[in-house]
């Protein structure tokens, strides 16, 4: 079934465990995630972002994630990540996504909650949640998330989500977004200093590449929501190139592929706590 933000997040805050975020640019990949959560009994948000949509056309992607979303025996919500622009964010809601978020993170404060206060009088009107960002999280290509003086400090979420009214708040905490090229120094008790001072459910971002015991860890200091891409690539690349070197065929190799993001899938749920959460 579809659902918003709202009708998975505060269940999770509550009763400490976390929902992925899992991005999707094509329907296998669509595929893997949503046998998943309804073989785990599981809540899931599925989406796409904005620096993906050269690899997956939000109007060709978005009919399919919608569909599978509705005719699910499980909570979906739908999510546009990381909308960078008024015109894709409008367009998603027109979609009928049912949640966005909006990144204003790399922008001056002001300019940030002003236009995350815009976004969320406009989605809050079609009946989506909003996530907006305060720190910001880089590319681990670039910092590997360690440049401190972009963490979210606790003062600033809690005026931030006053000042906004977004339904999930994306905290930077030492995770980077992409591939770690050295091993992300995690912030722990900043998160627990952050949900001390918030009632919105948190949000980490940069999720793949991190620990078991990172993951667990996040989740008992405050945080509700993970999200997972990276891993999902490295999952479906590398059980393309084990089908090639078997020589299987085409359709062979995709079932293998969807096969092995599936199993990746299956294995965040569990370590999340969301299995039977549905």
């Known amino acids: 079934m579809l659902v918003n933000l709202n009708q998975i997040l505060k269940k999770a805050q509550k009763e400490r465990y976390a929902v992925g975020l899992f991005n999707t640019t094509d329907t296998d990949m669509l595929e893997a995630v949503i046998a998943a959560a309804e073989e785990m009994r599981s809540p899931v948000i599925i989406g796409t972002a904005e620096v993906l949509l050269p690899y997956g056309d939000l109007k060709l992607i978005a009919p399919s994630i919608l569909s599978r979303a509705k005719a699910a025996h499980v909570p979906i919500a739908v999510h546009y990540d990381h909308g960078l622009t008024f015109e894709r964010c409008l367009e998603a809601l027109q979609l009928g996504f049912s949640s966005i978020m909006y990144d204003a993170s790399a922008k001056p404060y002001a300019q940030n909650v002003a236009e995350t206060c815009e976004i969320v009088k406009i989605a809050h009107a079609f009946g989506a949640t909003v996530e907006g960002e305060i720190g910001h999280v880089g590319e681990a290509a670039d910092t590997d998330g360690q ?97 090639i070197s078997d020589h299987l065929d085409y359709l062979s190799i995709r079932n293998k592929k969807v096969e092995a993001i599936k199993n990746t899938v299956l294995k965040k749920i569990e370590l999340f706590g969301s299995c039977g959460r549905a």
């Open 147 to 243: 440049n401190e003086s972009l963490y979210t400090t606790p003062q600033q979420a809690r005026t931030y989500i006053e000042s906004t009214g977004i339904d999930a708040c994306a905290v930077a905490v030492g995770t980077a977004h992409g591939t770690y090229k050295i091993s992300p120094k995690l912030d722990f008790e900043r998160i627990s200093e952050i949900r001390a001072v918030t009632q919105t459910p948190l949000v980490l971002h940069g999720g793949s590449g991190l620990t078991d015991e990172d993951f667990k860890t996040c989740i008992a200091k405050g945080i509700s929501k993970i999200n997972i891409f990276t891993d999902l690539c490295t999952a479906g690349r590398a059980a393309m190139q084990s089908g």
